[in-house]
């Protein structure tokens, strides 16, 4: 057994000690098989929260209605959760109520995935009811059970489905992938944010190419917020290599070949209840791509989108030109670093100096000027002294 598990050993020894039995479960268990990077492990416990509370000295509790304690450990934070099982479904969406049990086969068989679940004790031993080795092995994506009923449970795992497929490069077994055409509508249900995180992973995914595919094949995209007309276009974005965009990138990558006007594209991101400040950075993204994909960088243009807004843009229209090196997103971001103000509480003037200086009183001229004075110190006509600007403002009057 490697890290991250080794540090957290101690924390399954801490509730065998005490009785109950624990192991590895989920996500971790899955890419550690598969020789992949783990960030976080997940604990499944035949104790109930309440007795997971009274073994550890720092808990918080995180998901307590669905059995999660968060435990700090050692410096580190492990999720532990009860074994359950999930009673009755409601709508086609996750139950309303959960129920502590003590077995483990049980809380592996309400997982989605057979390569979901996997169990692993503190030695390292597996515990594997339902195949799931040999599917990771097949790079197979398969239900635990029949993937009609699972679905109708949960929908959401039709797009986990998906999004597994986009980033472990697996295949949907043929029967997983039946269901998932037969029953796509069952995803009018599912809670937006849910489908969003999934959905955002699968654009992350390095098989994205091919879990595109499948999602408008099968005809889920029907079911996803805004895409429902844009089968087709949603095809584009499998024909560029898109590896190293970002998560917003990628949103702003989907506009763009789906033809989202700049005007469109705060309701439709509004509509996958994306944050605020998500929304503003992929709107800003999408306006500089396009107008890049028009022509070079104007030095006012750099100077309003900033840097962040730099980067993505041109690596978005390199990607979009199908052009691999990546060279001049580094020379654009040289050129807005040497500007000589980043905003315009950079300039050595402000508007009580323009008041002072032309013994006026405020109003819209003095927005007028000061934008006037921003573009003349960036394009280098004046420097940006206060001395100097009163000088050359005095010398534009006299013009
Ligand atoms: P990731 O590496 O992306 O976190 P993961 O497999 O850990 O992948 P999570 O969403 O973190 O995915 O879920 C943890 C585990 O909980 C899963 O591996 C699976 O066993 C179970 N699980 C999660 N969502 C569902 C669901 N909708 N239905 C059934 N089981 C689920
Ligand atoms: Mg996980």
């Not at 960030?39 to 416990?45: E, F, G, H, L, N």
């Not at 971001?333 to 000589?340: A, C, G, I, N, S």
């Amino acid at each position: 057994m490697k890290e991250p598990f080794l540090s957290a050993v101690p924390v399954l020894k801490i509730l065998e000690d005490a009785g109950f039995q624990a192991y590895f479960v989920g996500g971790s268990v899955r890419d550690y098989l598969l020789g992949k990077q783990i960030s976080d492990v997940d604990i499944a416990t035949s104790a109930t929260p309440d007795e997971v509370k009274t073994l550890f000295k720092k808990t918080i509790d995180i998901g307590i209605e669905h059995g999660t304690v968060l435990v700090l450990h050692n410096q580190n934070s492990y999720e532990i959760t009860t074994f359950r099982t999930e009673g009755e479904y409601q709508d086609y969406r996750r139950p309303k109520e959960v129920a502590f049990i003590r077995s483990l086969t049980e809380d592996l068989k309400r997982r989605d995935f057979t390569m979901n679940a996997i169990a692993m004790d503190l030695n390292g031993n597996l515990i594997d009811p339902f195949g799931g080795q040999n599917d990771i092995h097949n790079k197979l994506i398969q239900t635990v059970g029949l993937a009609k009923e699972r679905f109708h449970e949960d929908a959401l795992r039709m797009l986990r489905a998906v999004r597994f497929a986009s980033q472990l490069s697996f295949q949907i077994d043929t029967e997983t992938l039946m269901a998932l055409s037969n029953l796509n509508q069952l995803l009018s249900k599912i809670a937006v944010e849910r489908k969003r995180a999934e959905f955002e992973k699968l654009l992350m995914g390095k098989n994205r190419k091919n879990a595109l595919k499948i999602l408008v094949d099968a005809n889920l995209h029907l079911f996803l917020p805004g895409l429902e007309k844009y089968k087709k276009d949603i095809m584009k974005v499998i024909e560029v290599p898109c590896e190293r965009l970002s998560r917003k990138e990628m949103w702003c990558l989907l506009l763009y070949y789906i033809e989202v006007n700049d005007a469109d594209a705060e309701p439709f991101l509004r509509e996958w209840r994306l944050p605020l400040k998500d929304i503003k950075d992929i709107r800003d993204c999408l306006y500089f791509t396009r107008q890049r994909l028009e022509q070079n960088w104007s030095i006012y243009q750099l100077y309003i989108a900033g840097y962040d807004t730099i980067q993505s843009a041109e690596k978005l229209t390199l990607v979009i030109n199908g052009i691999q090196k990546m060279d001049s997103v580094e020379q654009w971001l040289d050129v807005y670093k040497r500007l000589p103000i980043k905003t315009r509480s950079d300039l050595d003037v402000t508007g009580s100096d323009l008041i002072e200086w032309s013994g006026k009183t405020g109003g819209p001229w003095l927005k007028q000027v000061l934008l006037q004075i921003e573009k003349a110190v960036l394009e280098g006509n004046v420097a940006n002294e206060k001395q100097k600007i009163k000088e050359w403002l005095k010398q534009c009057s006299q013009k």
